[in-house]
C-alpha cells in the first residue's frame, strides 16, 4: 500500500443523473471530497435523499462521475472499464441494506461465499476451506454452509453478506445502512461483529448511516452530508458531542428519548433548526 496516500481520496467530486428529454440533470452530489485512511472507519450520515449511497455506488462503479475524482491508494479509478473494476473487487467490497434481497434465495450460503471466490481463480478445494473460515470469522454455525437465506434470520443473513465481503480479503468495505433493516439488538451484536473483525484485520469502512448515534459507536471520523454536499466533519466523538452546523443538529435530536417532555422539547429543537437550514420549509 502506498502510505503516503490515504486509502480512499475523493476528491471535488459532482454526480448528475440527466433525464431523458431534459436539458438540466438532477446534481445529486455537488463537490465533494473526503478521505479514507487504512484501517480507519468513516462515517457517511444524512437523511434520506441527501446522496450518501450515490457516493457509495460512485466508488464502486455504480454511478456517473459528472466531474472530480475518485482515488484508490494512489490510483484513479473514477473512469476504469469493466476490467479493471473486476481486478479493483478484491480490493473494494459492499454490504448492502436489506439483507433479505442482497442474497440469492436460489443459492446455498456455501455457494453465495465461494462464489467470488472462484471468480477470483481459486480452485473449488480452496473455496471450500475459505468459506468454513468465513463461516467462523462471522460466528455462524459450519452447517451453514449447505443452508439457504430463507432459513436465517435478519441479523444472521447480514452476517452471510458481511462474510460475502469479506470472502477476498478487501481493504475498503463500503457499508451502505447494514444495520437499518434490523432490530435494536441484532444491530448491535452485528455492529460489535464489524468492529471486531476491523480490528483483526484492519480493513477500512465508508458507513453509511442516518443514524448519528450509530456511528458514534462505530466510527473515527464522521462526514454529514445535506443535499449532496458535506456540511461538517470531524472526529465523530467530537461532531457527536458538539455538532456546529445546524442541520447536524437536528440529526443529533432526531434519536429518541424514553421523556416524552424532553422529546417534546427536541421537536421543537428540531423545527426551529429547520428554518435555519431550510428557510423556504
Given at each position: 500500500?502506498?502510505t503516503?496516500e490515504?486509502l480512499?481520496?475523493?476528491?471535488d467530486?459532482v454526480?448528475t443523473?440527466r433525464a431523458?428529454g431534459r436539458r438540466?440533470g438532477?446534481?445529486?452530489?455537488d463537490?465533494?471530497s473526503?478521505q479514507?485512511?487504512a484501517?480507519?472507519?468513516v462515517?457517511l450520515?444524512g437523511?434520506s435523499?441527501s446522496?450518501?449511497s450515490?457516493l457509495?455506488?460512485?466508488?464502486?462503479?455504480?454511478?456517473?462521475?459528472t466531474a472530480?475524482?475518485?482515488?484508490?491508494?494512489?490510483r484513479?479509478?473514477?473512469?476504469?472499464?469493466?476490467?479493471g473494476?473486476r481486478a479493483?473487487?478484491?480490493d473494494i467490497?459492499?454490504?448492502?441494506?436489506d439483507p433479505y434481497?442482497?442474497?440469492n434465495?436460489?443459492?446455498s450460503?456455501?455457494?453465495i461465499l465461494?462464489e467470488?471466490?472462484?471468480?477470483?481463480?481459486l480452485?473449488?478445494?480452496h473455496?471450500?476451506?475459505?468459506v468454513?473460515e468465513?463461516l467462523?470469522?462471522v460466528d455462524?454455525?459450519a452447517?451453514?454452509e449447505?443452508?439457504?437465506p430463507?432459513q436465517?434470520?435478519?441479523g444472521?443473513?447480514q452476517?452471510?453478506?458481511?462474510a460475502r465481503?469479506?470472502a477476498l480479503e478487501p481493504?475498503?468495505?463500503?457499508?451502505?445502512e447494514p444495520?437499518s433493516?434490523l432490530?435494536?439488538?441484532?444491530?448491535?451484536?452485528?455492529m460489535?461483529l464489524?468492529?471486531?473483525?476491523?480490528e483483526?484485520?484492519?480493513?477500512?469502512y465508508l458507513f453509511i448511516s442516518?443514524d448519528?448515534?450509530?456511528?458514534?459507536?462505530?466510527?473515527?471520523?464522521?462526514?454529514?452530508m445535506?443535499?449532496g454536499?458535506?456540511?461538517e466533519?470531524?472526529?465523530?466523538d467530537?461532531?457527536t458531542?458538539s455538532p456546529e452546523?445546524?442541520?447536524?443538529?437536528q440529526?443529533?435530536?432526531?434519536?429518541?428519548?424514553?421523556d416524552?417532555?424532553?422529546q417534546?422539547?427536541?421537536?421543537?429543537?428540531?423545527?426551529?433548526?429547520?428554518?435555519?437550514v431550510?428557510?423556504?420549509?
Amino acid at each position: 500500500m502506498n502510505t503516503t496516500e490515504p486509502l480512499l481520496r475523493i476528491e471535488d467530486l459532482v454526480v448528475t443523473y440527466r433525464a431523458s428529454g431534459r436539458r438540466a440533470g438532477n446534481r445529486v452530489l455537488d463537490g465533494i471530497s473526503l478521505q479514507i485512511g487504512a484501517g480507519e472507519c468513516v462515517g457517511l450520515v444524512g437523511e434520506s435523499g441527501s446522496g450518501k449511497s450515490t457516493l457509495g455506488r460512485a466508488v464502486l462503479g455504480l454511478a456517473p462521475v459528472t466531474a472530480g475524482s475518485i482515488s484508490f491508494d494512489g490510483r484513479r479509478i473514477d473512469a476504469l472499464g469493466r476490467r479493471g473494476r473486476r481486478a479493483l473487487a478484491a480490493d473494494i467490497q459492499v454490504v448492502f441494506q436489506d439483507p433479505y434481497t442482497s442474497l440469492n434465495p436460489s443459492m446455498s450460503v456455501g455457494d453465495i461465499l465461494a462464489e467470488p471466490i472462484r471468480a477470483a481463480g481459486l480452485k473449488r478445494v480452496h473455496a471450500a476451506s475459505r468459506v468454513r473460515e468465513l463461516l467462523e470469522q462471522v460466528d455462524l454455525p459450519a452447517d451453514a454452509e449447505s443452508r439457504f437465506p430463507r432459513q436465517f434470520s435478519g441479523g444472521q443473513r447480514q452476517r452471510i453478506a458481511i462474510a460475502r465481503a469479506l470472502a477476498l480479503e478487501p481493504r475498503l468495505i463500503i457499508c451502505d445502512e447494514p444495520l437499518s433493516a434490523l432490530d435494536l439488538s441484532t444491530q448491535a451484536r452485528v455492529m460489535d461483529l464489524l468492529i471486531g473483525i476491523q480490528e483483526r484485520t484492519g480493513v477500512s469502512y465508508l458507513f453509511i448511516s442516518h443514524d448519528l448515534q450509530v456511528v458514534r459507536e462505530m466510527c473515527h471520523r464522521v462526514a454529514v452530508m445535506f443535499r449532496g454536499r458535506l456540511v461538517e466533519t470531524g472526529e465523530a466523538d467530537q461532531v457527536t458531542a458538539s455538532p456546529e452546523h445546524p442541520y447536524t443538529r437536528q440529526l443529533m435530536l432526531a434519536a429518541p428519548v424514553a421523556d416524552p417532555v424532553v422529546q417534546a422539547e427536541r421537536r421543537r429543537e428540531r423545527s426551529r433548526l429547520a428554518q435555519t437550514v431550510n428557510p423556504a420549509a
